[in-house]
């Protein structure tokens, strides 16, 4: 079992994913019996920085221009974990659950995370328009893809969402969620 987990930045995935993380650990220090899948988490960007795994730094951007194919190699035979990066999407999943976020609140979050106005623009727009949700459907379909928006959760409440999908116990989502409003 692959899940992925992505979404634009600053919507929430690494806050969440290692609330999961966490849970997964627990429940396998107490329990057998827990409904979600015995998983290990990966932060695909982490490892793209640990490893070099990219093809060169956008200045303008200042982010790392992520090496996919160098990923994937290093995901080979990786199963039974959640893929946690705004790229999870771009690789082998059973499942993809793609967080979202109003824009305005998005561009809130990444600036007070030191982001510039233009990326936080450029992401906020981004989140507008589906680009990672878009992407996501288009790779793995609409009966893979679980979308989730954390606008108004929690941390927690979105790991509880995060453990459904990874233990089946909810429905894909694509296109439920729609911030076309921002660009109007």
Same mark, same amino acid.
């Given at each position: 079992?692959?899940?992925?987990v992505?979404?634009?930045?600053g919507t929430? &995935?690494?806050?969440?994913?290692?609330?999961?993380?966490?849970r997964?650990?627990?429940?396998?220090?107490? $329990?057998?019996?827990?409904?979600? @899948?015995? #998983?290990?988490?990966? /932060?695909l960007n982490?490892?793209?920085?640990?490893?070099a795994?990219? %093809?060169?730094?956008?200045?303008?951007?200042?982010? &790392?221009?992520?090496d996919?194919?160098a #990923?994937?190699?290093?995901?080979?035979?990786?199963?039974?974990?959640?893929?946690?990066?705004h790229?999870a /999407?771009h690789? *082998?999943?059973d499942?993809v659950?793609?967080?979202?976020?109003h824009p +305005?609140?998005?561009?809130?979050?990444l600036r +007070?995370?030191?982001?510039?106005d233009? &990326?936080a623009?450029?992401?906020a727009e981004?989140e507008?328009?589906?680009?990672?949700? $878009?992407?996501?459907?288009?790779? /793995?379909?609409?009966? $893979?893809?679980?979308?989730? *928006?954390t %606008?108004?959760?929690?941390?927690?409440?979105?790991?509880?969402? #995060?453990?459904?999908v990874?233990a089946?116990?909810?429905? @894909?989502s694509a296109?439920?969620?729609?911030?076309?409003?921002?660009? %109007?």
């Amino acid at each position: 079992m692959r899940v992925a987990v992505t979404g634009t930045p600053g919507t929430g &995935k690494t806050t969440a994913t290692e609330l999961l993380e966490a849970r997964l650990a627990d429940s396998d220090a107490e $329990s057998e019996n827990e409904p979600t @899948p015995d #998983l290990d988490v990966i /932060h695909l960007n982490q490892v793209l920085e640990d490893e070099a795994l990219y %093809t060169e730094v956008d200045a303008d951007r200042e982010s &790392k221009i992520a090496d996919l194919e160098a #990923l994937s190699d290093w995901l080979e035979g990786r199963d039974d974990v959640v893929i946690e990066s705004h790229l999870a /999407h771009h690789f *082998d999943a059973d499942r993809v659950a793609v967080l979202r976020c109003h824009p +305005e609140t998005l561009e809130e979050r990444l600036r +007070e995370r030191g982001e510039t106005d233009a &990326k936080a623009i450029e992401n906020a727009e981004s989140e507008a328009l589906d680009v990672i949700l $878009s992407e996501a459907v288009e790779e /793995h379909g609409l009966e $893979s893809v679980y979308e989730i *928006d954390t %606008t108004d959760r929690d941390p927690a409440a979105v790991a509880d969402e #995060l453990a459904a999908v990874a233990a089946g116990e909810r429905e @894909p989502s694509a296109g439920d969620v729609d911030f076309m409003d921002y660009l %109007t």
